[in-house]
């Protein structure tokens, strides 16, 4: 039997594992974050919500052409923000290590707080990383109006959650439309013309 058969059925039997997943950088850090704020259990205003006013916040100064020059300066609000929030919470981490073979680990819990819970303090503490590496503005809500989901925007022009409330968005400006109209209409003009042209020169 001819090498390159052999080689064919060979290949039929390999089995290839699954197709690795991208990760986006700060997306497993956002995901505590997500989960916290998709809780139905959160205070009802907001306004409570130091983690929410974080977000906000640092959203709202991303947004800003030159934060403090154009617009508000929440930079100090900020700060006020998480340095009092640390300090009502009694925030710090607990580290233990362990041995694995001659090798060890280090795992990390918060420690008790009387004024939030453990999954309060992950993503607050999450919210701070994501600073750090730049990305905290990338957790936004969906702005399609009456949709407002939470979630981690994987590009920094990324507005919308999913492809559906963004092609609802879209499909409902009018100005997007009337353009639309008019490039498919110049669209099919050209198209005419050109077989139009066509034509002639396979008359003659």
């Not at 974080?54 to 100090?76: H, I, K, M, N």
């Not at 992950?122 to 701070?128: Q, S």
């Not at 009456?146 to 919308?160: D, I, L, Y």
């Amino acid at each position: 039997m001819p090498k390159h058969v052999i080689r064919r059925e060979s290949s039929q039997n390999t089995q290839t594992g699954k197709s690795r997943v991208h990760t986006f950088q700060g997306e497993d850090l956002a995901a505590p974050i997500l989960k916290w704020l998709a809780r139905g259990d959160r205070p009802a205003d907001d306004r409570l919500d130091r983690l929410v006013k974080l977000v906000r916040l640092e959203f709202e100064r991303s947004r800003e052409l030159l934060p403090g020059v154009t617009g508000e300066d929440r930079a100090p609000r900020i700060v006020q923000l998480v340095n009092s929030t640390m300090r009502l919470w009694d925030f710090g981490l607990v580290h233990k290590a362990t041995q694995t073979g001659h090798d060890w680990t280090v795992a990390w819990r918060s420690k008790p707080s009387k004024e939030a819970s453990p999954a309060e303090i992950l993503a607050f503490h999450n919210c701070l990383l994501l600073k750090q590496q730049g990305l905290l503005h990338r957790i936004r809500q969906c702005a399609r109006p009456g949709c407002q989901e939470w979630f981690f925007a994987k590009f920094e022009h990324q507005n919308f959650h999913s492809d559906v409330c963004r092609i609802a968005v879209l499909s409902a400006d009018e100005t997007r439309k009337e353009a639309r109209k008019k490039y498919m209409r110049d669209l099919r003009a050209k198209k005419k013309v050109k077989k139009f042209r066509s034509s002639k020169k396979g008359a003659k």
